[in-house]
């Protein structure tokens, strides 16, 4: 056992302790337990179009930072400690938008490759879907994301409001890749612009080693079509790089000698230095974790057994290590990593930790396989200063109070 309860998991899977937690949390059985529901006596409702979550589920939604279908900037959030596993439904996936959501005709719309290139080629939906697809799970996070943190106090806010601008999911269409062949690269170009269909024009400069890589032309979203608020007919796909570059309602790329500096990548998504200099083109979202339950809203309940769960990831690859702390950080535990383990992708952590109802302070820290690791909060402001807003991956620490009630907290 790890300092303040941390259970390794092995221990907690032997010894009757899953029994005990049971009786601690329904109590001991007996032949009166079952009996026949208001719901067993009448047949039920009937099928639907399109499937619907229970109505005790209605509290399970985003949350917007502007009013809903409001037009302008703004995000909603999914909820993150209502989720369990690591792919996104796709009702919750967090949303960003520049100008609101277009409204786009799939038959009308047309996406077009141009600038360095032999031939430039246009696309309908109906000719790309013609092409080899493929599918890759894979995590979308703005850059934006959790730079609460950086605040002079605590949030009062839930993990939800906090780090609720990542979202996770299958994603199939067409690689970017054999596209850019059929269209004949210029050797002189190094960089694209992709720019989306949206009232803003929203573009980003890409290094075209990237779109070589492991970019997608992405159609589908969790197996049906991409949803309006994420792209729809057609969305860029930039597996661990920040959310806005991964464009949404994709119309046109341009093959370019170097990056275009655009107003989405000049006056914003750019990593301030504490020295105030401005690190333009840092892409990829370093490794990150956040303990979803217990958190901020779900409070405790008593002393006895519990699963401390979260998510951690790392656009530089595959999460190698998760440890988990109940003391604020003075000791660690190894938290078991649910498979499976993506490149790239959201991975669920679980650690069991016996609470004996007096006061913690829980902290995850993640190490990606390029040997990264999760950095403190003193560390990231000492390197980058307080005033920054964007890729902010600081360890988040939840106290636990006495009576159970988990609030932010700096530790």
Known sequence: MAGNGLLDRRHFLQGGALAAAAVGAGGAATAETLTKAPWMTAPGTPFEGYGQPSRFEAKVVRIAGNPPNAPGTGASRTPLQALNGMITPNGLHF??????????????????????????????????????????????????????????????????????????????????????????????????????????????????????????????????????????????????????????????????????????????????????????????????????????????????????????WSGNGKITRVEVSADGGQSWAPAALAEPVLSKALTRFRLPWRWTGGSAVLQSRATDETGYVQPTRAAQIAARGARGIYHCNLITSWGVAEGGEVKHVYA
């Open 95 to 312: 949303e960003r938008s520049h100008s609101g959501i277009p409204d786009i005709d799939p038959d009308a719309h047309r996406f077009l490759i141009h600038g360095l290139v032999k031939r430039p080629l246009v696309f309908t939906l109906e000719a790309l879907a013609r092409y080899p697809m493929t599918s890759r799970i894979a995590f979308i996070e703005c850059a934006g994301n959790s730079a609460v943190l950086f605040a002079k106090d605590p949030a009062a806010a839930t993990v939800q409001g906090i780090h609720g601008l990542v979202s996770c999911a299958e994603w199939t269409g067409v690689p970017l890749a054999p596209l850019l062949d059929e269209a004949g690269v210029d050797p002189k170009a190094e960089w694209l612009l992709a720019e989306g269909a949206d009232a803003a024009a929203m573009s980003r400069s890409v290094p075209l080693g990237k779109a070589r890589d492991d970019a997608l032309i992405a159609l589908y979203q969790n197996g049906e079509r991409i949803r309006p608020a994420n792209g729809y007919p057609m969305r860029l796909l930039l597996p661990g790089y920040q959310g806005n570059m991964n464009v949404k309602w994709l119309r046109r790329i341009k093959l370019t000698e170097g990056p275009t500096h655009t107003k989405d990548e000049t006056s914003r998504y750019s990593l301030l230095q504490q020295d105030g200099r401005v690190a333009e083109f840092k892409f990829p979202m370093d490794a990150k974790s956040v303990i979803t339950q217990p958190s901020p809203g779900l409070a405790m309940k008593g002393p006895g057994l519990y699963e401390i769960s979260g998510l951690a």
